[in-house]
């Protein structure tokens, strides 16, 4: 009578812990799918329709790669000097008579970008100005383990330098190579549509320089800004569909070649 | 910072092609080759340790407290090399506080939390539980002092406390298998989950991380019993022996199958990313993945332990080449990971260029860190073996 | 041994609860208000310094030359396009942000001849041709480059 007893415990202790534990073990299993829940920011603000969701328009029919948008973005938002952290910069597509396609960005585009093979070979050659896409379903957003980067209410992808550990994961999940380490805050930047700016009335720091309104910047849900307008009157496409990741940066007359 | 950015010019003038700017610096370097080299060993230590355990493998026997200590000793070590990676490591508890339900990485704090505390201590800490009490009697020292406090207090060592040892060591090593899939399988995830990289994201990442890292646990666990078995001066169990080497062919040839397979499949459908990755493979990866994980790490460990099975060699000749394989399937699954982690950084995203990687010996991320990593856990053990000597228990597993 | 067991499981129910208790009081505040981040950044992000002004904010004092870019083709070019504010020397332009050289080097930016630039609204020069070795300012007026100086 005193086995029974035991084996009564034994057997009640095997199935609550084994219910505990297991359930346990499913939870932190189906936890990461929650890849579907991405999507919160649809329900997380309380006046959706007052809220802006910017976005914003490249015209590669007229940016002439001068580099002053890499310059002025470094300049306004701190970025180190160095030729190895960019928050935007503009590449120079050279497509040659052979087929060959040579892209090149000697830091970033500062400077201008100037010629680099002789008229003679060139087929055609354009220039493409890059950045951070905001994507609506941004990989780095679903890669980082402690939330330090997020997508804002009005649908910007922003950093919480107070919160990144450094683990760089997110540089390695975003397909536009839009992310840096930051050598001196040791935390990951990246364009912020210049929220500081966006926020008060202004435009981002590329979007005021830029001599040829080769960027269009604006609020999508607004019926009459540029950007919508830029976006009715022309075919636009976006980086990397095929990733879909639902960005908001829109280009015009994007090349087959651009990569 | 000078000397960093020195590095950096450096590494910009040796760009072939294009990348993108920012992309110059490869952001994860030898620590994080290092990080799944040693939860890869832990899980094929363990796995290797429930062959006998749950499959009843007796012939393994000499090995299962041998397998067990290895799998502590590296999982000690195992986030070392994570949180010196990291920029602000002061900031990691952020892991534990707001994990992040969509991000591979977060799992990372719970799942080692899990698998230490209440798969392996439990384990070990239930097989020795009995002669924990037994030694707590006749030691002296330190070790009397060790073996009191373990037993916390409980002091049977009849035979019916042993049945239920027996028991519920058997109950968490069940637990334990899948909890060291999901400990090493999550790492696989983390890369192959990453759409932006076409070397990373493949659907079997997860499954060939698994299989390599049992590869590499049952290779580990070798070299260590022939180690520790010279060391003491006694003659290696070779029947056992001989299993373990069995074991490690029957799985590299599954683990080969799978990169095989993964490779194969890559150059058949030659998809956008491939022409980049056949340069790439061809050239900055020739040495680390043809030569030293492949031929050195598959092909010749195959080629040797295959023939045994087939012609059985005299037991110097078979213990000789028992210890090599094991060395070199060791070496080669460091390159699996090198060519895995390192590999995916050395092209751009562009598809267009490639960068370089330049190492260096000192620093936190440097070769010398390594090193530190890979000798720690061998120390670890030793002081493990000293403390809780698995031939000196008392065998009543009958 | 039963009791063992069940001090055991005890004590790892009284692990997982501590745990849970120390994650609720180190987590942020703010955090999670609007999804898996700390809302506040959200302001921080918000906090930083503007250094570029706007052209508006140019013209309320420089007047004159304001009124003679917009009548030229340079109407569409923000005076900061060329003129930079230099944050280390101060945010307000009462401190004079550094004078521009009107040079071959920076005027080429946008006006040196480049393939991947023709037809797009600034005039191509190839300046091997054109003037080599003089500065542009030395003819052209820069808020007004079509107005040519006498040679």
Not at chain 1, 203 to 230: H, M, W, Y
Not at chain 1, 232 to 249: A, I
Not at chain 2, 287 to 292: E, P, S
Request: glycine share 6%.
């Amino acid at each position: 009578m005193g086995t029974e007893r035991k084996l009564e415990n034994r057997r009640k202790f095997f199935q609550t812990s084994a219910a505990l534990i297991g359930g346990t073990l499913m939870y932190s299993l189906i936890k990461p799918f929650e890849a579907i829940a991405q999507t919160k920011e649809e329900d997380i603000s309380e006046d959706k329709a007052e809220l802006p969701l910017w976005g914003m328009g490249v015209d590669l029919e007229s940016c002439i790669g001068c580099g002053k948008c890499a310059e002025a973005c470094k300049i306004e938002n701190n970025v180190p000097k160095e030729p190895f952290y960019f928050r935007t910069w503009v590449e120079q597509y050279t497509v040659k008579n052979d087929g060959e396609v040579k892209i090149e960005s000697p830091n970033g585009g500062i400077g201008g970008l100037k010629q680099s093979v002789p008229d003679e070979e060139i087929f055609k050659s354009f220039m493409v100005p890059k950045l951070c896409n905001h994507c609506t379903k941004a990989p780095c957003v679903q890669a980082c383990p402690v939330g330090a980067t997020f997508i804002s209410p009005d649908g910007v992808v922003l950093v919480d330098e107070t919160y990144c550990i450094g683990c760089s994961y997110c540089i390695q999940a975003c397909p536009y190579g839009a992310r840096y380490m930051n050598p001196i805050t040791k935390v990951v930047d990246k364009c912020t549509f210049c929220y500081h700016r966006i926020t008060k009335g202004l435009q981002p720091a590329c979007v005021e320089v830029c001599p040829t309104d080769a960027r269009i910047f604006g609020n999508l849900r607004d019926k009459k800004s540029d950007l919508v307008n830029f976006l009715q009157d022309n075919p636009t496409q976006v980086l990397k569909p095929h990733l879909n990741t639902h960005s908001r940066v829109f280009y015009n007359g994007l090349s087959s070649e651009v990569k | 910072m000078e000397e960093h950015y020195q590095h950096l010019y450096q590494a910009l003038s040796q760009v072939d092609g294009y990348i993108y700017p920012n992309e110059i610096d490869l952001h994860w370097g030898l620590m994080i080759v290092l990080y799944p080299y040693i939860t890869g060993l832990v899980a094929g230590a363990f796995i290797l340790a429930s062959l006998e355990r749950v499959f009843n493998i007796k012939v393994l026997k000499p090995t299962y407290e041998l397998a067990l200590l290895t799998a502590l000793s590296f999982l000690l070590v195992a986030t070392m090399p994570l949180v010196s990676h990291l920029q602000s490591p002061l900031r990691s508890y952020e892991i534990f506080m707001t994990p992040n339900p969509t991000s591979a990485m977060a799992i990372f704090g719970f799942v080692y939390l899990w698998y230490l505390m209440v798969v392996l201590l439990l384990e070990i800490w239930f097989d020795y539980r009995r002669d924990f009490v037994i030694w707590s009697k006749t030691s002296t020292g330190f070790k009397k002092f060790f073996y009191k406090i373990i037993t916390l207090g409980i002091n049977d060592f009849d035979e019916k406390s042993a049945k239920l040892d027996d028991k519920l060591g058997y109950f968490i090593t069940v637990l334990g298998i899948p909890s060291a899939f999901i400990l090493h399988g999550y790492v696989g995830f983390i890369f192959g989950s990453v759409k932006a990289n076409p070397w990373w994201s493949t659907v079997l990442m997860p499954v060939i991380f698994l299989f390599s890292a049992m590869v590499s646990g049952i290779a580990l666990v070798m070299v260590i019993y022939m180690v520790v078995s010279w060391v003491r001066k006694v003659k290696i169990d070779m029947e056992c022996l001989d299993t373990i080497a069995k074991y490690l062919f029957y799985i590299l040839i599954i683990d080969f199958t799978l990169e095989s397979l993964d490779q194969i499949h890559r150059i058949y459908e030659a998809e956008e990313s491939f022409d980049i990755i056949e340069v790439l493979v061809s050239g900055k990866l020739s040495i680390t993945l043809l030569i030293m994980q492949v031929f050195l790490g598959t092909i010749i460990p195959l080629g040797v332990i295959g023939f045994f099975q087939v012609y059985k060699p005299a037991e110097k000749i078979r213990k000789t080449a028992y210890f090599f394989v094991g060395i070199i399937v060791l070496i080669g699954i460091f390159f699996m990971r090198w060519n895995v982690v390192i590999g995916g950084q050395l092209f751009s995203k562009s598809l267009s260029g490639f960068t370089s990687f330049n190492a260096v010996y000192s620093g936190l991320e440097g070769y010398g860190m390594v090193a530190v990593w890979l000798i720690l856990p061998l120390l670890i053990l030793t002081f493990l073996l000293w403390l809780m000597p698995p031939w000196k228990k008392a065998d009543i597993h009958k | 041994m039963p009791k063992l067991i069940f001090r055991l499981f005890f004590s790892f129910v009284l692990f997982v609860s501590v745990f849970i208790l120390i994650q609720q009081q180190l987590k942020p505040e703010s955090f999670g208000k609007y999804g898996h981040y700390r809302a506040n950044s959200i302001d921080d992000n918000m906090m930083r310094t503007s250094y570029y002004k706007g052209e508006e904010k140019c013209s309320t004092c420089h007047e004159e030359v304001a009124d003679l870019k917009s009548n030229d083709l340079h109407s569409g070019v923000s005076c900061e396009s060329c003129h930079s504010p230099k944050i280390d020397a101060s945010i307000e332009c009462e401190v004079m942000p550094p004078k521009v050289e009107g040079n071959l080097e920076f005027c080429g930016q946008c006006h040196a001849m480049n393939l991947g630039r023709l037809k797009k609204g600034a005039p191509q020069l190839d300046f091997k041709e054109h003037k080599e070795g003089q500065n542009c300012i030395e003819c052209h007026n820069p808020h007004a480059p079509w107005e040519l100086k006498e040679n």
